[in-house]
């Protein structure tokens, strides 16, 4: 949790009283090459060569899985760069320079119905893992994973619970390309061979419940539901949702997958879609473009590896009076802050906040208990904190630090303003 944040709600109507731009298409775009899930990488293309759109450029290796790196322009190699990564760490980026000709990568083609229809179980994940779908609402999960997970899975939930203050990325997918999401969805059922889907969204979005519904008609039979939840935080952690959407209480520590149940992000379903029918990696996204430092936030459309510079700049810049402005990769409870603007949006950046800074100073803790009573998660943050302060990670594991969601309610109603979370968060990374 990034501290107090101003005038939040008066943002969140801006976002949806601005028409999203339609599409920003950088000079240069900036592909990682380290993540924080894949360590160790492959390149298979050097400076001066001539790349095309959606060629694959590399492999990035994790402990068990592999995940192609591949190019969201045509154009040229430049170099290797280093900038900030989506968890505020510096890595590696390749660099290459956009011809603005989008000419396609050899087997980047659309497939008929026909040939959908025929695809099996195998062929459904080798394309989804071939194209790089991943969890677009923050995880970066490869997807392909989850569906081979090996447990008889009879729900596929779709997540379009956007909670978090500032962000719309989501809700404008949802709005504009809902037809693209359900049919993803239902590859992803045919793939797992899911009996059931289920779409859930907040009851409070009128136009997001108006536009599945419209859709959910062209899918008679395939046992599509839409699931209308409340509209609190953090109604978007999965455990939660799945809970609201098909009353099915997932205990922390355990996959849902172990309870028949899959979930997956909206915008990852839209893609998924796109992957399987025009054999298209993840080209380009909407990203919240928002934050009190901002003169004109805005919701965009961009091409993945766009620089955030260009996006600060599309947005006015800073405000006049602002002398510094913070930049934070996500949303203001559970986002990251940025060491510098050198950042670049990849596959799972749905926002990126600019929030004026605030000076807070940390009081002694009153324990008042605020941090325990709010936590959704039933552990005790000010406990794990001083097992921190402490380093007693005997006291961290019996505290089960490693069950924080890092929701970051319990810095948000520290009366004392310590950031509890930060704590959980090391706690958790010494429990592991």
């Not at 947005?315 to 603007?341: C, I, K, T, W, Y």
């Not at 005790?380 to 490693?402: C, F, H, T, Y």
Request: hydrophobic share 35%; proline share 4%; with cysteine.
């Amino acid at each position: 949790m990034i501290g107090r944040t101003k005038r939040i709600n008066d943002y969140k109507q801006i976002d949806r009283a601005l028409p999203a731009q339609r599409f920003v298409d950088p000079e240069y775009v900036f592909l990682p090459l380290r993540t924080g899930r894949c360590a160790e990488y492959e390149l298979e293309v050097e400076e001066g060569d001539d790349v095309a759109l959606a060629q694959r450029l590399g492999m990035r290796r994790g402990k068990f899985f592999e995940q192609p790196i591949l190019s969201t322009v045509s154009g040229t190699v430049v170099d290797t760069v280093e900038m900030t990564d989506e968890q505020g760490e510096k890595r590696p980026f390749l660099k290459v320079r956009n011809d603005y000709q989008d000419t396609p990568a050899e087997g980047m083609r659309e497939r008929t119905e026909e040939e959908i229809s025929a695809l099996s179980k195998d062929e459904f994940v080798e394309i989804v893992k071939d194209n790089a779908i991943v969890g677009l609402g923050g995880s970066g999960f490869p997807s392909y994973i989850k569906m081979t997970s090996g447990h008889d899975i009879h729900t596929v939930v779709v997540n379009g619970v956007e909670c978090e203050p500032y962000l719309q990325s989501d809700y404008y997918l949802i709005k504009e390309q809902a037809e693209e999401m359900l049919r993803g969805l239902s590859y992803i059922m045919r793939a797992v061979g899911a009996e059931r889907g289920v779409v859930a969204v907040k009851s409070t979005k009128g136009a997001l419940v108006e536009a599945v519904e419209k859709e959910l008609g062209r899918f008679e039979g395939m046992n599509m539901q839409l699931a209308k939840v409340a509209d609190y935080y953090p109604q978007g952690w999965e455990n939660a949702t799945f809970e609201a959407a098909v009353g099915t209480k997932v205990p922390v520590g355990t996959l849902p997958m172990e309870y028949g149940i899959l979930g997956f992000n909206a915008s990852t379903c839209a893609h998924i879609y796109e992957a399987v029918k025009y054999n298209r990696p993840i080209l380009k996204r909407f990203v919240t473009v928002n934050g009190d430092a901002l003169k004109n936030p805005l919701l965009v459309r961009v091409r993945v590896g766009t620089s955030v510079r260009e996006l600060i700049d599309l947005a006015g810049g800073f405000r006049e009076d602002v002398e510094q402005g913070n930049v934070v990769l996500g949303g203001p409870m559970m986002g990251v802050a940025a060491p510098d603007v050198d950042v670049a949006v990849v596959p799972t950046t749905v926002s990126i906040l600019v929030i004026e800074d605030e000076e807070h100073v940390e009081e002694p803790c009153v324990r008042c208990g605020s941090c325990i009573y709010s936590c959704p998660v039933d552990i005790q943050p000010v406990s794990i904190m001083n097992a921190v302060k402490r380093g007693d990670k005997k006291a961290l594991q019996q505290l089960e630090a490693d069950r924080c969601i890092e929701c970051g309610l319990c810095a948000y109603v520290c009366t004392s303003k310590i950031h509890v979370t930060d704590y959980c968060r090391e706690g958790k990374r010494q429990v592991r």
